[in-house]
């Protein structure tokens, strides 16, 4: 390759670059994400190589109109041997900023800043500070910095530098719903058909993720960790304030399944010593659309959990056992009340009864009860009128309005999910993964004297999720059928992860503080480091061994 046309070659060229890339504020769901697909095309487009190629560079459509970008470089004609370079250059918002906000998506001047405000920062980074030599800004570790380094390798085997094909992935939408990345699986099967293409593994290069406060270790990830979100919909029974005892409230029998589930160690999963973090609520709320002297009567608690190798089947069982519990405490506390309130007011003492049932269940009584037509005209006006609803609460609308016309089966808890879900992946037993990890391992401690150390899981949750299934479609029946909003405007293409089934990896830079408002980056192991390690972990990936 010719230094002198060298366009991201360079440390200061790959700065340059990122510092571009992150002045485009790319935040998820705006139209600066497509702009950002754009300006990489673009940029992309310049190399002889996709001047003289041009179909070996797109852009692609999403479902919902968004982009994301494919890049193809081959070695020569007959090469089939290919790593998929994947990222996402969409970024979190930047209220958290405060008065810095106008300068979140300009690295230099933040950094300026960082360093002139520097007794005034937190401990952890004024030492950074004083040590590092660090980049501030949205999306400069988490992650641009990733795309940038893929860019740069993609130039580089321009000048057949790789022993095989590279493939640059790099999509929109990872931070919310990975719809890019969804819609993306299939663009790689049919690549694969269309090239005569043979992936060998996914690379992805976003950052390392503390596992703890004050983590300093330094990790290299042979999966990524999955994701569902489990939610509660409490039916209970409506009433005037002045008589509460006539009902029952929502608010109450969500904030009792909130207890008991927020931060509950019984569903960590534990493998291999890595430990998923426990349950913790992202979502409660009462159902009414205003303020009125009904008492709240229909409530619903959403929950962020984590897995790596447990089944749905299990995981759905101890979500009921725990809703049951919960449901057992609900009538007990309800009836000790109501006993101590008569001997006040000399009242009769009612007891509630609270069924738990999943959504399934839920509509299959819907049907039955009252008929395919009413039911479809409910989910039919829902889906019509989201507006700007996002799926978590079109997921909720549905099941509530389901649930009012099923009132007679209240009180009720609705145990269903809601989007996204994350499969959990890890290629840790894979022989071609497993000899690389120990070669990169051994390398970045012989000639840098880094240490770094395998995790099976990444557990920021990453696209990786979406180019493989490591347990069967078929074993996914009871998250599909109670996921209201499943092939009704969202769905993952499942048949086509089962047949990709492509072995992953995640080799990234040292950053801190991802979706904090001292996000930085380690500029010196990114672009020095990490950019001298990935051509060696590019072509051991692409051995044929």
Not at 115 to 121: A, V
Not at 386 to 409: F, N, T
Not at 450 to 475: C, H, I, M, P, R
């Amino acid at each position: 390759m010719n230094a002198l046309e060298n366009k991201w070659q360079t440390k200061n060229q790959l700065v340059d670059l990122l510092c571009e890339l992150v002045e485009i504020p790319s935040v998820t769901n705006t139209i600066d994400e497509i702009n950002v697909a754009e300006y990489v095309e673009k940029k992309l487009r310049e190399l002889p190589y996709f001047q003289e190629n041009k179909e070996y560079l797109n852009l692609h459509l999403t479902e919902d109109n968004r982009k994301f970008v494919t890049a193809l470089v081959k070695k020569g004609i007959n090469e089939k041997r290919t790593v998929i370079l994947v990222s996402h250059f969409d970024v979190v918002g930047v209220e958290d900023y405060g008065d810095w906000k106008e300068f979140a998506f300009n690295p230099k001047k933040l950094t300026q800043l960082f360093y002139e405000n520097k007794k005034d920062m937190p401990q952890d980074v004024q030492k950074d500070l004083e040590e590092g030599n660090w980049l501030f800004g949205r999306g400069t570790m988490d992650m641009k910095c990733g795309l940038v380094l893929h860019m740069s390798l993609i130039e580089e085997a321009c000048s057949e530098s790789f022993d095989g094909n590279l493939l640059l992935l790099t999509v929109c939408d990872e931070e919310v719903n990975s719809v890019g990345m969804r819609n993306a699986a299939p663009i790689l099967l049919e690549m694969a058909k269309q090239h005569n293409l043979e992936y060998k593994a996914c690379l992805n290069s976003e950052p390392m993720f503390a596992r703890y406060p004050g983590d300093e270790n330094k990790y290299i990830y042979s999966g990524s960790i999955g994701k569902i979100l489990p939610g509660f919909l409490c039916y209970g029974k409506e009433t005037h304030v002045g008589e509460p005892f006539s009902g029952l409230n929502g608010n109450y029998m969500a904030s009792q399944l909130t207890c008991e589930l927020e931060l509950n160690t019984d569903f960590c999963e534990v493998v291999e010593g890595e430990v998923t973090p426990p349950l913790t609520n992202l979502m409660q709320k009462d159902l009414k659309q205003e303020y009125n002297v009904q008492i709240p009567h229909r409530a619903v608690t959403l929950f962020n959990l984590f897995m790596m190798d447990q089944s749905m089947d299990q995981i759905v069982k101890q979500l009921r056992e725990s809703a049951e519990k919960v449901a057992r405490s609900i009538e007990q506390g309800y009836e000790k009340r109501a006993i101590h309130f008569s001997t006040l007011e000399d009242s009769i003492v009612r007891n509630v009864n609270v069924k738990v049932i999943n959504f399934d269940e839920l509509l299959h009584y819907a049907l039955q009860t009252y008929g395919k037509e009413k039911v479809e005209h409910i989910q039919a006006n829902v889906m019509n009128n989201r507006g700007r609803k996002d799926d978590r609460d079109v997921s909720i609308h549905l099941v509530d309005e389901l649930a009012i016309l099923c009132k007679e089966l209240s009180p009720m808890i609705v145990l269903f999910f809601a989007p996204p879900y994350y499969p959990a992946v890890s290629s840790r037993n894979h022989p071609c993964i497993r000899r690389v990890v120990d070669e990169i391992i051994g390398y970045a401690k012989n000639q840098y004297n880094l240490e770094l150390n395998e995790q099976n899981y990444f557990a920021g949750l990453s696209d990786l999720s979406y180019v493989g299934l490591e347990k069967t479609a078929s074993s996914l029946g009871c998250l599909i059928s109670n996921m209201p909003l499943w092939d009704q405007g969202y769905s993952i293409p499942l048949d086509v992860l089962e047949e990709l089934n492509i072995p992953v990896l995640n080799l990234g830079p040292v950053g801190k503080d991802a979706h904090k408002w001292t996000e930085r980056l380690d500029v010196d192991n990114a672009f020095d480091v990490l950019r001298e390690m990935l051509p060696i972990t590019i072509n051991q990936l692409l051995k044929d061994k």
